[in-house]
């Protein structure tokens, strides 16, 4: 039996003794959980831990517990990450962590609900997620209607369709014809909607003149694009808002990140309000970077602009179900989302968590020490701002163990991404939330024990 435990090739005895999948799937544990996870997965588990047991991993008589501690923890394959990477808003690990009332609304909508039904009249209800629209309006009044895709990029789209889609040109500065990650290229998905790109100024430089000589008749819209994930400095010149607005074209401004009103600690990030007060007459906004919600494309500005946009066939392509209507009212509506307490969370705070932390995981004997650091905002917004942060050193060897760990796979405790910096591994609290303090030491705890 020893041999067994040190991978030695088992007798046919052996092989003869590990128990068959029906008798294993009528284990009461693994019963219980085909009503969780489903029997595909239940009898997935059951076959790994049978390999095992082939393989001489495990003896006969431990195929059960084995198939136990194989089952995942939800039916889905995604797995719990705690974000210590210092990156607020980490396109990677799904960008905005929501809220606790965003996460309520979201269950409470995931069985049947009155998503367009009127409970009053027991009839059709005439406009589909109005809850969201109405918090939309009263965060931003300057919106004289506002609407709701599926990602900023279809607003762009949707935008580009309705507006231009015939042939028409939407007018941009060649300084805004940004790329935003994995190839993403913002002309080649304005071009795909039929409409045509008149590109004006340079990438340094673009004035109101340059966009003032290309319009015509063709013109469909001029667009200004917030260059979220990149800075360009020296010799630049940029037209504003209130420059293009007095042109009396239709003007698109695409703010990126999200903020629906300007934010002290980000005077360079544009807000949606003011950009509609400047006169912008659409506004297109994420859901799921700065403004802390779930993945979704923001719509917000003139009404009969807004209305022609969400009646053209588009629309209902691109519309967003009743999960993300229900996260993002909440969003809006609720108390503060963690990016957003994350933004202002003071660093003396942050260093009473390190301290208590480090504190716990040294009368462990692991090595922690407490050291400053800076994150950043990430997801695309305000580029090359840091916000002063406190993390914890630790080893370097343990971050592949926090990331995927036999205690992560095992559904013991959530992975941790943090990241690695002068031979440490460094985990910056900006960036977690405070209720996964006592989360986050267990983690590493388990960690440094397998």
Not at 367 to 376: G, I, N, S
């Amino acid at each position: 039996m020893d041999d067994l435990a040190h991978g030695a090739e088992p007798d046919r005895a052996l092989l003869r003794q590990i128990p068959r999948t029906d008798q294993l799937l009528a284990d009461p544990r693994l019963r219980l959980a085909e009503d969780r996870l489903g029997r595909d997965l239940v009898k997935a588990a059951v076959n790994r831990a049978q390999g095992r047991a082939r393989a001489g991993e495990i003896t006969p008589d431990r195929v059960a517990d084995a198939a136990v501690g194989e089952l995942p923890a939800t039916a889905a394959s995604l797995t719990p990450v705690i974000n210590a990477t210092g990156v607020l808003v980490h396109t990677n690990l799904g960008r905005a962590p929501l809220s606790k009332a965003a996460t309520d609304a979201l269950l409470a909508a995931a069985g049947t609900c009155d998503v367009e039904f009127d409970l009053d009249s027991g009839a059709r209800s005439r406009q589909r997620g109005r809850g969201v629209i109405e918090a939309l309006r009263r965060a931003v009044p300057a919106a004289g209607a506002a609407g709701v895709v599926n990602n900023n990029a279809a607003a762009l789209v949707l935008a580009a369709t309705a507006l231009a889609g015939d042939g028409r040109e939407i007018v941009i500065s060649r300084g805004e014809l940004i790329e935003i990650g994995d190839r993403f290229r913002l002309p080649d998905l304005l071009a795909s909607t039929g409409a045509r790109l008149r590109e004006v100024g340079t990438t340094n430089r673009t004035t109101v003149e340059d966009y003032q000589q290309a319009l015509s008749q063709r013109t469909g819209f001029i667009l200004k694009v917030h260059p979220s994930n990149y800075r360009v400095e020296g010799f630049t010149r940029q037209a504003e808002v209130t420059e293009l607005a007095a042109l009396n074209v239709t003007l698109v401004h695409d703010i990126g990140s999200g903020l629906l009103a300007p934010h002290p600690l980000l005077p360079g990030e544009p807000d949606a309000a003011t950009s509609l007060a400047q006169g912008a007459n659409l506004v297109t906004a994420s859901g799921d970077k700065l403004l802390g919600g779930p993945q979704a494309g923001i719509l917000l500005g003139d009404e009969p602009l807004v209305r022609t946009l969400l009646r053209h066939p588009l629309a209902r392509a691109l519309r967003v179900d009743k999960l993300t209507l229900a996260a993002l009212e909440a969003t809006i509506s609720g108390p503060l989302p963690p990016v957003a307490r994350s933004l202002t969370t003071v660093t003396a705070a942050l260093s009473d968590r390190a301290e208590r932390i480090a504190a716990t995981l040294t009368a462990h004997d692991i090595p922690a020490r407490v050291v400053d650091a800076e994150a950043a905002v990430g997801g695309g917004g305000a580029p090359g701002v840091t916000l002063p942060s406190v993390a914890i050193a630790l080893p370097a060897e343990l971050a592949p163990a926090l990331r995927h760990g036999p205690a992560v796979r095992r559904g013991e405790t959530p992975a941790v991404a943090g990241r690695v910096a002068g031979g440490a591994l460094l985990l910056d609290l900006r960036s977690v939330d405070p209720a996964d303090d006592e989360r986050l030491v267990t983690a590493v705890l388990l960690a440094a024990g397998d």
